[in-house]
């Protein structure tokens, strides 16, 4: 018998407690081990919940248990998760974790320290929720070289622009929306603001690339700044706008590059039909090709599935699954691991709010004539229209000199 605690009691704890008990038998026989819940670790008493015999308020209890085999962290924040999950390690229990914080944050580190003690921390449960990724990437994809990961991470800012997109809302009724609903938090920051869909991409990268990738390097733009003109013209265009987190390997001299930013995709890229709270991932292997994983990446049934496969490949194991690492790296001086995103080319959308309708000629002078979107539609001193490819500095320079001439930039959005 292999005995369990499980750190923090919310809606994923609950959900790993009730799908364990719910599909016991099978997990049982998948793990080659009969296994059980011991403790339920909680900061106060939870009288709703139905396991009151396993509720324990003692980390210490739990972490000098030696008939605890495995622990599941689903807390949240980096602290005091990573003591708690680095003691655990120390003491010989594998850990499964859902916390993308502190696998992006402390990854290389709690890696570390499961090679040392031959035991495991997976954390399969901390990128797309329900979806397979983190197995597929050291695992079944393990031949490749991963050469581009985009990704739709975030449920919640997925959710809001599929409402921003079908039903012609503002960002703000949208996030409204995503509120009353449950899927958005009552402080949104880190979803809208794309620092969630960062952390993820970051375990994604760091996985793919093989060294420690840490949120501070990465270009993070979020969606609270979206309009839902810029909706209507990406439609003009010929696509939808997407919370896109992308890590690629640039073609000519084979560094990296991660950015976290809204993008216009086109109907023609499988990531334009991914709605609603949905996540998807689209991974482009040297011996592959693209290989697309979508399903639900958030709530508390799809991520305890994701947390208890983990349970399982951690009963079965008897040493560290070795494939599931990388390297450490210094959070200051290995920043240039990543090309820098300003110099790398790319096309945008703009509009523009002229003050005159003369003030066109300036704008076909800078950008070599564009074709513009919605011509029909757009007030005289309104311009939208796709750049011609360009640094990111190299633009900033140019809208500089339109605001030197009174020109508003009203919207900047990067083609996928
Ligand atoms: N807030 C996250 C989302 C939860 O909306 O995707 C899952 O990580």
Redesign the pocket.
Known sequence: MKKIAVLGCGTVGSGVVEVFYKNRASIERKAGSKLDIKYLYVHRPHPELPWQDKLCFDFDTIANDPEINIVVEVMGGVHPAFEMVSTCLQNGKSVATAN?ELIAQKGAELLATAREHHVNILFEASVG?GIPIIRPLHQCLGANEIDDIQGI?????NFILTRMIRQGMSFSDALGQAQQLG???SDPT??VEGI?ACR?ICILASLAFGKHIYPDWVHCQGISQLTAEDVAYAQDWGGVIKLIARAHRLQDNGGIAITVEPMFVSHESQLSTVDD?F?GILVTGDATGEVLFYGK??GKLP?ASAVISDVIDCAKSTDTIDTLYWEQSDPVKDSGLLCDWSQLPAQYYLRLALQAPSQSALVDELFCSPVLLARKRQPATELAFVAPSMAPATLDALCDRLQQEGISVLGRIRLL
Do not use: F, I, R, S
Not at 153 to 157: A, H, I, P, Q, S
């Open positions: 993308k929720g991470l975030n449920g919640t800012t899927y958005a938090e880190a979803d969630d993820k709270v996540n990446g958030a991520t």
